[in-house]
Nanobody, 128 residues
Framework: VQLQASGGGSVQAGNSLRLSCDAS????????IGWFRQAPGKEREGISC????????YYSPMATSRFTIVRDNARKMVHLDMKNLRPEDTAVYRC??????????????????????WGQGTLVTVSS
């Protein structure tokens, strides 16, 4: 199983980026996929996730207005569209997968705590 995160880079504040999580080696349709980030000296935090059932989307409060998660089962990919980036968005972003065919309200924290697979990180640097 491999989760490949890509799309990070260095941008100026106010710009946008699309991160992609490319999954292989798993029955993608049965997995909830989440995006997480970790800034230097800070704990890992959940950003957004999408369920396996009906592609229900979840957002943390910080992501609600600027980030959009998109699931593409045909390509086994999940994208995170980020707009109006801020310097405080600077972090290593990772995707994770949890086998779960349900839509619990706490899905984002479930993935964070119990993910079956984690991808490597992609660095996002936002300068002011």
């Amino acid at each position: 199983v491999q989760l490949q995160a890509s799309g990070g880079g260095s941008v100026q504040a106010g710009n946008s980026l699309r991160l992609s999580c490319d999954a292989s080696g798993l029955t993608f349709e049965d997995y909830a996929i989440g995006w997480f980030r970790q800034a230097p000296g800070k704990e890992r935090e959940g950003i957004s996730c999408v369920s396996s059932v009906g592609s229900r989307t979840y957002y943390s409060p910080m992501a609600t207005s600027r980030f959009t998660i998109v699931r593409d089962n045909a390509r086994k990919m999940v994208h995170l569209d980020m707009k109006n980036l801020r310097p405080e968005d600077t972090a290593v972003y990772r995707c994770a997968a949890l086998w779960l065919t349900a839509n619990p309200d706490n899905l984002l924290s479930l993935i964070l705590q119990h993910a079956d697979f984690w991808g490597q990180g992609t660095l996002v640097t936002v300068s002011s």
